[in-house]
T-cell receptor, first 117, second 114 residues
Framework: AQKITQTQPGMFVQEKEAVTLDCTYD???????LFWYKQPSSGEMIFLIY??????QNATEGRYSLNFQKARKSANLVISASQLGDSAMYFC??????????????FGTGTRLLVSP | NAGVTQTPKFQVLKTGQSMTLQCAQD?????MYWYRQDPGMGLRLIYY???????DKGEVPNGYNVSRLNKREFSLRLESAAPSQTSVYFC?????????????FGQGTRLTVV
C-alpha cells in the first residue's frame, strides 16, 4: 500500500494567488513526521516545511503552511501569494517508525506546480 | 559550506559495466541514504545507513550494493549496470535516527545505461 499519496500530477495557479497541494498518508505508528520538499527544474531537493504528529498547531514557514488534519491523515501544503519561482515539483514525505527503530523517509510521487503570470 | 556532495553529476554506462557513485557529507550526520528518482515514481529508497558501520536495504535494493566507508562517506555501487538502472540518483543525510529533522540532499547524479 502507498504510504504517501499525492493525487495531483499537475497544478496550475496564477501569480499572487494561493494554491493547495494535496498529500495523504498511511501509517499505524502514532509517532511520525511529515515533510514537504521542492524540486525546481535545476534538480536539487529543497526542504520546505515539517509537521510532527504530536504538533498541536499547523506548521508555517513564510509563505508555506501545512494544513494538517490528523484524523483524515492529510498534510496539504498551502503556498500563499504564488510567485513565478514557485514553479517546481513538490514532494510530500513521511518519516515513521519511532517505536521500531530506524525511521526511513518515504516519498510520494510528486505534484508539478506551474505558476503563470 | 558544502553539505552533501555527490560525484559524478553525469555518467553514461554500457550495459554490464560497473561503477561507484560517491557521496560525502560534512554535517556530521549519522544517517545517510541513497534514492533513485524516476518519472512518475517519486523518490524510492535504495539503501540506507542508520549510523556508521550499518547498512540496510530500502524499497529497491536489487542490483546495487553500498558501503558506509566512514561517518562522512556512503557509496553506491552498480556491479553490472542494466538499462533499468537509468535514473537520477540522490544521496541524502540526516541527524541521528529518531530526530524529527529533514534530510539534506546532494545535487543528484544523472545516470544513463545504454
Amino acid at each position: 500500500a502507498q504510504k504517501i499519496t499525492q493525487t495531483q500530477p499537475g497544478m496550475f495557479v496564477q501569480e499572487k494567488e494561493a494554491v493547495t497541494l494535496d498529500c495523504t498518508y498511511d501509517t499505524s505508528d502514532p509517532s511520525y513526521g511529515l515533510f514537504w520538499y521542492k524540486q525546481p527544474s535545476s534538480g536539487e531537493m529543497i526542504f520546505l516545511i515539517y509537521q510532527g504528529s504530536y504538533d498541536q498547531q499547523n506548521a508555517t514557514e513564510g509563505r508555506y503552511s501545512l494544513n494538517f488534519q490528523k484524523a483524515r491523515k492529510s498534510a496539504n501544503l498551502v503556498i500563499s501569494a504564488s510567485q513565478l519561482g514557485d514553479s517546481a515539483m513538490y514532494f510530500c514525505a513521511m518519516r515513521e517508525g519511532w517505536s521500531s527503530g530506524f525511521q526511513k523517509l518515504v516519498f510520494g510521487t510528486g505534484t508539478r506546480l506551474l505558476v503563470s503570470p | 559550506n558544502a553539505g552533501v556532495t555527490q560525484t559524478p553529476k553525469f555518467q553514461v554506462l554500457k550495459t554490464g559495466q560497473s561503477m561507484t557513485l560517491q557521496c560525502a557529507q560534512d554535517m556530521n550526520h549519522n544517517s545517510m541514504y541513497w534514492y533513485r528518482q524516476d518519472p512518475g515514481m517519486g523518490l524510492r529508497l535504495i539503501y540506507y545507513s542508520a549510523s556508521e558501520g550499518t547498512t540496510d536495504k530500502g524499497e529497491v535494493p536489487n542490483g546495487y550494493n553500498v558501503s558506509r566507508l566512514n561517518k562522512r562517506e556512503f557509496s553506491l555501487r552498480l556491479e553490472s549496470a542494466a538499462p533499468s538502472q537509468t535514473s537520477v540518483y540522490f544521496c541524502a543525510s540526516s541527524e541521528a535516527p529518531g530526530q524529527n529533522t529533514e534530510a539534506f540532499f546532494g545535487q543528484g547524479t544523472r545516470l544513463t545505461v545504454v
